[in-house]
């Protein structure tokens, strides 16, 4: 008996052995899953995964927060947050699908986040500036061409656009999710197609309190988020909202968002500075590899998204059916396997 068992002890060592030989890369072996979560020798291990990265703005240096999650040498995915002023904790359902994958990715804050450094000064909070911290980011991690993905949704996807027409050579793959390419193009789709879907007597009353800019009103936000936020952000119930959506809105910081995307969900209004912001014209200059994610329900027209995949130079585009605004919860059957064969293909050549 006992020698039965040292053969197949022997055996099974064997199998595992050759099974981490195995050229596969489409199956998760256990030595490959080693390897992938493994932090030796690198300089954030102490920490965690955990950098506080310092940023130089016109107004002074401050730091960032960032956090790596898994190992790879070719997949890099930086997420830039909605917001602005968001948190990086609406990706925490990345956890459960990229480790499979073998994707390092990097959650990170940016300034004035919760996580972060959160100066006072509102001059900072510009499109020009953020594109300048992106970058220091990308320093300071160590991603170039040969495996950085940037990941932008919402106001990030505005973010990740403006940093690929100025440091696309720096980018293996760009993800834009949930994010057209123009303010006006955005305000025009939520006047005309998601307004009118509201019923008429929760979009009149909504209107009064938009029309006397009392966006603080609780009744204002009550309605906004009963008949809004469940249809066209995420798509359930208040109540049964994840924890990672439900912390990311407590943390939002309302002098970043205000100051960029103005007080309204209804459009961009009054001088916030992202106002007018349109970058159609110049996306056929985009040559990286460039996925679009566009949802059946977002506040974003999902043919918006289909058409930049087809304008840009080398593009593909990917369709939530069931998802909203945070299709990486409410759609998540769809989101996930496309987010990622696209990071594979390009990875692999075949994109």
């Known amino acids: 008996m006992k020698k039965l068992i040292s053969i197949f002890a022997t055996l099974l060592i064997v199998f595992v052995m050759v099974s981490c030989q195995s050229n596969d890369q489409s199956v998760q072996h256990p030595c490959m899953a080693q390897d992938y979560i493994s932090s030796d020798g690198l300089s954030d291990q102490s920490m965690g995964g955990i950098k506080m990265i310092p940023i ?3 107004k002074g240096n401050f730091k ?14 930086l997420l830039l947050h909605g917001g602005p002023g968001m948190t990086h904790e609406i990706y925490e359902s990345f956890e459960g699908y990229f480790p499979q994958a073998n994707i390092e990715f990097y959650y990170y804050d940016q300034l004035g986040s919760y996580y972060s450094d959160q100066p006072e000064d509102l001059s900072l909070w510009n499109l020009e500036r953020f594109v300048e ?18 990941y932008g949704q919402s106001w990030g996807g505005i973010l990740a ?11 293996k793959g760009l993800i834009i999710s949930n994010m057209v390419s123009s303010i006006p193009d955005y305000m025009k789709y939520s006047d005309e197609v998601l307004a009118p879907q509201l019923p008429k007597e929760v979009y009149e009353e909504i209107m009064k309190y938009e029309d006397a800019e009392d966006y603080s009103n609780q009744r204002y936000l ?44 209804f459009g961009i209004k009054g001088d916030a500075t992202l106002k007018g912001w349109d970058v159609k014209a110049e996306l056929p200059s985009i040559k990286v590899p ?26 593909r585009y990917l369709y939530c059916p069931n998802g909203s605004h945070l299709s990486q919860f409410d759609d998540q059957e ?18």
């Open 334 to 351: 769809h989101f996930f396997p496309g987010l990622i064969k696209f990071i594979k293909d390009v990875d692999n050549n075949q994109f």
């Open 133 to 150: 911290e992106v970058e220091q980011v990308r320093v300071a991690l160590d991603l170039n061409d040969d495996n950085f993905y940037l």
């Open 290 to 315: 460039t996925l679009t994610i566009g949802a059946e329900y977002d506040t974003m027209d999902p043919k918006h998204m289909e058409w930049i995949s087809e304008t840009v130079q080398n593009g």
């Open 222 to 265: 009550d309605l906004v988020t009963e008949h809004y936020y469940t249809k066209h952000i995420i798509r359930m119930p208040q109540s049964e909202w994840p924890d990672p959506v439900q912390r990311g809105f407590k943390h939002l910081n309302p002098d970043v968002y205000v100051t960029m995307q103005g007080p309204s969900e």
């Open 56 to 58: 130089d703005t016109p």
């Open 161 to 171: 656009m403006q940093y690929a027409l100025k440091y696309q050579d720096n980018i």
């Open 64 to 77: 960032v927060w960032t956090k790596r999650i898994g190992n790879s040498q070719t997949m890099k995915v």
